[in-house]
């Protein structure tokens, strides 16, 4: 004989459905992808920048901040604290450029590079730095969007964010190897 098996009533109420469960969850997986398609959007231009096996970063800037990972790499955790080739013939503290996106990229390159990182390892992770500090920027506008707006204001402001063109999206693109891109993450 066959026996059917049925929920009761009370087993239907208690189980969720699929609208309910996407309602609560939908934030697990849309944020993760707003994150994902900033950084391919990013990404895009990655190859152009390589010519004969060489890097060529984008700016004048970007390759201060070469030098500066290079000392911060072979010093860490120390950052260079004056530098003589800027603000010639007198030289500059170095404070006032971006030394915490320096230490961050450096410590990126010596954790990639299982502490010992090829002058390689250092320019190219220096080259995709503001491409994954541009798309992890949806993190905090989510949470703001959330804390104004609710779940669906956070998920519509990253959005919003990844689809914006502009100053942030230039300064974010891979490359562009500067500080400016860092600023709006930790703001």
Not at 10 to 23: A, E, G
Not at 90 to 103: A, I, K, P, R
Not at 155 to 184: Q, S, W, Y
Request: glycine share 10%; proline share 6%.
């Amino acid at each position: 004989s066959i026996s059917f098996v049925t929920m009761s009533e009370s087993q239907r109420d208690s189980s969720p459905s699929v609208v309910s469960l996407l309602q609560t969850h939908y934030p697990k997986a849309a944020l993760p992808a707003v994150v994902m398609v900033m950084l391919w959007i990013r990404l895009q231009a990655y190859d152009s920048f390589f010519q004969n096996g060489e890097v060529y970063l984008s700016g004048n800037d970007a390759w201060y901040h070469l030098r500066q990972i290079n000392y911060t790499i072979r010093n860490w955790p120390l950052t260079m604290p004056y530098d003589p080739w800027t603000g010639f013939p007198y030289g500059t503290l170095s404070g006032q450029f971006g030394t915490l996106y320096d230490q961050l990229v450096a410590t990126a390159a010596l954790t990639v590079g299982l502490g010992d990182p090829s002058q390689a390892l250092i320019t190219q992770t220096l080259l995709v730095a503001p491409a994954v500090f541009g798309s992890l920027a949806a993190l905090p506008t989510y949470a703001i969007g959330k804390r104004l707006g609710g779940r669906f204001g956070g998920i519509f402001a990253a959005i919003i964010l990844m689809l914006l063109p502009g100053t942030f999206l230039r300064r974010g693109l891979v490359g562009f190897a500067d500080h400016n891109v860092v600023e709006p993450l930790f703001m």
